[in-house]
């Protein structure tokens, strides 16, 4: 498991395509990278990434090649 890039205590934060349904995840951000994980059973553990690695996720999916 890696350690998260985040610092204890931040918040997380809903995805804004939440139309109020249950299929969700929840990010938070920090200066080294992001944590995100599954609004339904937040207790299950998280996914961390390192900020390049985030970036890179992020525009995959902005592009559509992770649509």
């Known amino acids: 498991m890696n350690k998260s890039p985040v610092s204890p205590g931040t918040d ?3 995805s804004s395509f939440s139309n109020g349904g249950t299929n ?3 990010a ?3 200066s080294q990278g992001a944590d ?3 609004s339904q059973n937040p207790l299950l553990g ?3 990434f390192a900020s390049p690695e985030w970036a890179g996720l992020l525009q995959g999916i902005k ?3 992770l649509a």
């Open 28 to 30: 938070r951000e920090g």
């Open 46 to 48: 998280q996914l961390s």
């Open 36 to 38: 995100l994980r599954d």
């Open 24 to 26: 969700c995840v929840e």
């Open 63 to 65: 592009s559509g090649h």
């Open 12 to 14: 997380w934060h809903k």
